[in-house]
Structures are given as structure tokens and as C-alpha cells.
């Protein structure tokens, strides 16, 4: 009691002499750096509580955040791990249930992906079965009466999925009706359903051809025009994406920052319709040397960035070194001109910092590093070099 009086008058105190307002937050924040110095155990206490605290809170809405969203199967198994996890909650943060989280995780994903793939294939039975008479029965036929009869017997023995019954078995019924209603007005109107066929495949045409269009400008949007990797409003968008992976399932990942050695030189002595042919080849390079999953982007200038995903650390070293082996092996062409070229890179594993921008910022410092100690060489985080 007389340490927490003490520890409470010096965090007083201190506040005052910091002109700090004493809010809860600044107080909470002051008496445990106060406590830290002069109760060791008082100060291990409070953490603990601290930590126990937002643990508690997570995992009570950690049912939310893991409940399906589509396919239902997992629930027992879900159910359960959440019981274990309510009986012992110190227990979330150990690997054993971290690694059933996860693998709950990709069960729940496997699941949604199947359900998914299910309702499509169904809709595709669907579509096709009515594209198929529409055209060779409906339009064609002098006998509709006989042909609606095969028709209304295939959509009844329609084979639907379980994951679609409810929507598509409606529609299902939907449609039969729809064949009783058109099978005894089809002669009067055969004349209009030709014409709105041709209006239907006129719209649908134009309507590939604006989805055509729409790709290629969502593409332009997001590459560089020269180089045709990502350019940087893309890779912004993309370290999004593996960062929430990372946080989630604390996948690994490095950054490397590529520069091309001499690259003013080359845009002098050759001048800059030269320089942008290597800036082309290199990042041709860079990308077919970059897996799907990774992502390559043209930074500025002769700068590129990668985030390349790695279960090994010698993965990436691999990778690098086939990088490296390509580019100064390669005659970049010109016209009649060769030209060897060279890059310096700086890498840095996401594991080893705090947040991106640390990782970021460690990658291109090796960068310079390795520019100023006479370029040509990947400099890594943790002091290799090759």
C-alpha cells in the first residue's frame, strides 16, 4: 500500500513537471513507468492484468470473427475450439492454439471456395440447358409442343447441388412454370422472341466489349506504362493486402529494393530512348522471375520493389541469386548496341521490424549502403551479401 501511495504522488508529480494533463490515459501510462523504476512487482502486475485484459476482450469477439459466413459445416469444430479457448484463455497465445486457429481458418476457407464453385457450376447447368433449346428447339422447332416436353423433363431432373438448393431449386420451378406459360403462346410470338434474341445477343455483345474495355483500363491504371509491372499506387494498394496476411497468419516476407548501377550513364552515353529499352528488359526480367503470389513494381526512376513470400529464408536467397545471375549474364539490347548491366539491392525481412515502414526504410538504406561501398551487390538485413 505505501509503495502504491508513493508510486501515485510520483506520478503526480511528474505530470505536473511535464505539464501534462492528468487524464486516465496519462496517468495509466505514468504510474506504470513510474512503477517500473521503483516496484517491480506491483509494475508486472498491472502488466499482466494489462495484457490479460485485451486478451479477454479478443476473445470475446473471437466468435464473430471466425463464425462462416457461407458454409456451415465447421461449426462443431469451431464450437469446440471456442469452448477450449473460454475454459483457458492464457492458453490462446500458445502455438498449439494458434496453429488450430489457423488451421480452422483454411478449413473455413476450403469450405466457402466449394459452396462457391458449387452455386456457379449449378447456374452454369442452368444457363447452358436454356441457351441450348432457346436457340436449336424454341426457334427452330415445328414441333414445340414435343420439344417443351424434353425440356420440362430435363429441368426436373436437373442435378443441384445441395450448397444451391434453396435459391436455385426456386428458380428451378421458376423456369418449368415459365416453359408451361411459353409452350401455349410460342407460335403467335416466334416472330418477336427471334427479334429479341437478336437484340439480346446485339446488347450482350456490347456488353462484352465494354468489359473488354473496362480490363484494359483497370489494367493501365495499375502498371507502369514502360516497364509493365505495378506501378507505385498499385504496390501501395498490394502491401495492404500482405500486410493483413501477415498480421493474420504471420506469413513471411522480405522487401527488396532493386536500382540499376550507372543508369544516368547509360541515359548520357546513349541517350534516354536507350535507357527506357533497359528499364523495359529489367523489369521484364523481374517479373518473370516473380511468382504469382509475389508482387514487383516499378518504384520511380530505376528503383523497383518486390515483396516476395518465403516459408525458408533460402527461398529468398534462391530467388535473388537467379535474379542476379540473370540480369549480369543478359545482354541488354539496343539497336546495334550490348549493354552490360548490373544493380545494386537492399533486403529486409518483415519478421525483424516492428511495422512496414521500418522494413521499408531498412531495405533501402541497405540499397544506398550497397551503392556507396561500390554497387553491384544485395546487401541483407541480418549482414549477408552477395
Do not use: W
Not at 462462416?68 to 483457458?88: A, G, H
Not at 492458453?91 to 478449413?107: A, N, R, W
Not at 456490347?206 to 502498371?223: C, D, G, R
Not at 522487401?255 to 535507357?275: L, P, R
Request: proline fraction near 1%.
Amino acid at each position: 500500500m505505501d509503495s502504491t501511495k508513493k508510486i501515485t504522488k510520483l506520478t503526480l508529480e511528474s505530470l505536473k513537471k511535464k505539464d501534462i494533463a492528468p487524464t486516465p490515459s496519462h496517468y495509466e501510462k505514468e504510474f506504470l513507468a513510474q512503477a517500473k523504476t521503483l516496484d517491480k512487482e506491483l509494475y508486472e502486475e498491472i502488466l499482466q492484468d494489462n495484457i490479460l485484459s485485451d486478451l479477454n476482450y479478443f476473445i470475446e469477439n473471437l466468435p464473430e470473427i471466425i463464425s462462416p459466413s457461407i458454409n456451415f459445416s465447421n461449426d462443431e469444430k469451431i464450437n469446440l475450439y471456442l469452448e477450449k479457448i473460454n475454459q483457458n484463455p492464457k492458453e490462446f497465445l500458445s502455438k498449439t492454439y494458434i496453429d488450430m486457429l489457423k488451421e480452422i481458418t483454411k478449413e473455413r476457407v476450403k469450405a466457402d471456395r466449394e459452396v462457391l464453385k458449387n452455386k456457379t457450376d449449378d447456374i452454369i447447368k442452368l444457363s447452358n440447358l436454356m441457351e441450348k433449346y432457346f436457340d436449336k428447339t424454341i426457334l427452330e422447332s415445328t414441333n414445340s409442343s414435343e420439344k417443351f416436353d424434353v425440356i420440362k423433363a430435363e429441368l426436373k431432373d436437373l442435378n443441384i447441388s445441395n450448397a444451391s438448393y434453396r435459391e436455385l431449386g426456386q428458380l428451378q420451378s421458376k423456369l418449368i412454370n415459365t416453359i408451361y406459360s411459353i409452350e401455349h403462346s410460342m407460335q403467335n410470338n416466334r416472330v418477336e422472341l427471334s427479334e429479341s434474341k437478336e437484340q439480346f445477343d446485339s446488347l450482350n455483345k456490347k456488353i462484352e466489349e465494354l468489359q473488354k474495355e473496362l480490363a484494359i483500363v483497370k489494367q493501365e491504371k495499375s502498371t507502369d506504362f514502360l516497364t509493365s509491372v505495378l506501378n507505385r499506387r498499385a504496390y501501395e494498394e498490394e502491401v495492404n493486402k500482405i500486410e493483413k496476411k501477415y498480421e493474420a497468419f504471420e506469413s513471411n516476407y522480405a522487401i527488396v529494393f532493386y536500382d540499376i548501377d550507372h543508369f544516368k550513364q547509360i541515359n548520357d552515353t546513349y541517350g534516354h530512348t536507350c535507357g527506357d529499352t533497359v528499364l523495359k528488359t529489367f523489369g521484364k526480367i523481374l517479373k518473370n522471375l516473380t511468382r504469382k503470389e509475389d508482387v514487383i513494381a516499378r518504384y520511380g526512376g530505376e528503383e523497383f520493389l518486390a515483396l516476395i513470400n518465403y516459408e525458408e529464408e533460402k527461398e529468398l536467397y534462391k530467388y535473388i541469386k537467379r535474379v542476379k545471375n540473370l540480369i549480369t549474364t543478359t545482354n541488354f539490347k539496343y539497336k546495334d548496341i550490348r549493354i552490360h548491366v548490373e544493380f545494386s539491392a537492399g533486403v529486409s525481412f518483415r519478421k525483424n521490424f516492428k511495422n512496414y515502414t521500418d522494413a521499408k526504410k531498412r531495405a533501402d538504406d541497405l540499397l544506398y549502403q550497397a551503392k556507396k561501398e561500390g554497387r553491384n551487390k544485395v546487401i541483407f538485413d541480418n549482414g549477408e551479401i552477395l
